[in-house]
């Protein structure tokens, strides 16, 4: 009889792990290797640098979570957690975000602080102050930010407008500088 019992509670138990959905979806994440902030030289406070590479990998994650990792999906998070981690490199959430999606893992999914539209007008207001600085990280910092604002939110008439008239004059973002 316990023979019996043992080969019913296997039955059962892979039954279950047949039935049930799988931990993890399988994707392919080109992971990130920061090791230095990108923007040395910023005018913005250590915390402030912090605080927004927080707001960015958690829009990042939402967007995975929402496209269920498809490729664009983790595109776009790749780019935005590279900014997150140029901007402070020992981000908690950037890293752990990072580490996870690189090993095929994906990671919890966190209320971010601010909406996408909310957040692109945050975007804006920080760009037009680092786009008038002198230093060159503050002025390249800036346009990710009006670029990054419009995609974020492309109801954004101002941050579209500010966005396609940066492209033409000083053409797209390289983000390949933040990615590779």
């Known amino acids: 009889m316990r023979k019996s019992g043992m080969q019913g509670l296997f039955v059962l ?10 931990a993890e979806l399988p994707f392919h994440y080109e992971g990130l290797e920061p090791k230095k902030a990108g923007f040395v030289e910023l005018s913005m406070m250590d915390q402030e640098r912090n605080e927004y590479a ?8 939402a967007g995975v979570h929402e496209g269920k990792a498809s490729e664009a ?5 790749r ?11 020992r981000n908690r959430e950037g890293l752990v975000a990072n580490y996870q999606l690189k090993r095929g893992l994906l990671p919890e999914k966190k209320e971010a602080d601010y909406s996408e539209a909310v957040f ?30 419009a995609e974020l939110d492309p109801r954004n008439e101002d941050a579209i407008y500010l966005s396609e008239t940066q492209r033409l004059d ?6 390949s500088q933040l990615t590779d």
């Open 120 to 149: 692109a007008k945050l975007l804006m207001t920080r760009a037009k102050l680092l786009k008038e600085s002198e230093g060159e990280n503050d002025r390249l910092l800036g346009r990710c930010f009006v670029e990054l604002a």
């Open 79 to 89: 780019k935005l957690m590279a900014l997150a981690l140029h901007l402070s490199p």
């Open 54 to 61: 927080t707001s960015l990998v958690r829009i990042a994650l």
């Open 73 to 77: 999906s983790l595109e776009r998070a």
């Open 170 to 175: 000083e053409g797209p973002v390289d983000w």
């Open 13 to 22: 138990v892979t039954m279950v792990a047949l039935w049930a959905e799988p």
